[in-house]
């Protein structure tokens, strides 16, 4: 899932090619991306595109008389720029926006079809996306501390949780507890003033660097191979790959949807998660869906 240094770029490779310009036409070819009937879509054709911003993980376009479109890309939502004209023809098309500069493509390579655009009219209306995570890379370090002790769940959750970070999901949480050698399943009542310390100085280093290097990409060239898992990563993704700090294997817990990758000798102490006591603790304290991560109230 596209998570904040992946949105930001976006919005980096976007703004110089559709901010300023009509959005000429809109071809849907999925019958589940559009999650909203008034205002209508196909209304904003001739418009022009105003401003870009985004809430948490989505990307939202901005139009006169307050009008907006909100993308949320989900886990496989992605963008494409192509030339002018280019229509949608492959299976993962979803939809297109025409404009003069160029074709943008909407995808979604998976057959449960998550992602969404909602057009909604009003500063009201478009609050309501916002699941009311603070921005972590904007936040002061008591602000930080507030939200992550707000309640008591794992670092994991606590980090993934919209209503309490926005931008980080699943691939950005482990590379953050592995850059503060905290173990993804401690709980937040039990973190020492130290740790969230840690946790903190980690969280504004390893989506700061990541959003540096993400959007000097995307002034260059428009992002079309966005993904969770980068070559670059310390620990997501790598299962069974050295850690880069100690060379220990990489290792996962899997449950239900989502997967959590750690290094046990930087972040557990050499200990392995996988007993029967952590099995009941993510039962209760994990989303058994991506909707239920996403849609957490």
């Known amino acids: 899932m596209p998570e904040l240094p ?7 490779a976007l703004r110089p ?9 809109i071809t849907v070819k999925s019958p589940f991306l559009v999650r909203t009937v008034e205002p209508d879509l196909f209304s904003l054709e001739g418009q022009t595109v105003q401003d870009l911003s985004r809430i948490g993980k989505r990307i939202v376009w901005h139009f006169a008389d307050e009008l907006y479109i909100v993308f949320h890309l989900m886990i496989a939502g992605r963008f494409h720029w192509r030339k002018a004209g280019m229509r949608p023809t492959g299976k993962n098309d979803l939809a297109v926006f025409a404009f003069s500069t160029g074709t943008l493509m909407l995808t979604e390579a998976s057959q449960k079809k998550r992602a969404s655009l909602h057009v909604v009219r009003g500063k009201a209306a478009l609050a309501q996306h916002d699941r009311g995570g603070i921005e972590p890379l904007d936040c002061s370090a008591a602000e930080f501390r507030a939200a992550l002790t707000r309640e008591n769940h794992t ?6 949780d919209p209503r309490l ?11 953050i507890l592995h850059a503060a050698r905290l173990s993804p399943v401690v709980l937040t009542s039990r973190l ?5 310390d840690q946790l903190f100085a980690a969280v504004r280093s390893v989506l700061g660097q ?18 969770a898992f980068r070559p670059e990563m310390a620990v997501h993704g790598r299962f069974r790959q050295p850690c880069p700090v100690c060379g220990t294997a990489v290792q996962r817990i899997v449950y239900a949807e989502n997967e959590t990758n750690y ?11 996988a007993d029967r006591s952590l ?14 991560w996403e849609d957490s109230t």
């Open 279 to 292: 099995s009941r603790l993510l039962r209760d304290d994990w989303p058994k869906t991506i909707e239920q």
């Open 263 to 273: 290094c046990p000798r930087c972040q557990t102490g050499g200990k392995l998660l």
């Open 165 to 175: 970070f926005a931008g980080i999901g699943n691939a950005y949480s482990d590379e």
């Open 17 to 25: 090619r559709i901010v300023g310009q009509p959005l000429e036409k």
């Open 210 to 227: 990541w959003t540096a290097r993400l959007t000097a990409q995307a002034q260059d060239k428009f992002p079309e191979k966005v993904t």
């Open 155 to 160: 670092l994991k959750r606590a980090l993934a």
């Open 192 to 196: 020492t003033p130290e740790q969230i």
């Open 6 to 12: 992946d949105i930001l770029s976006y919005l980096t």
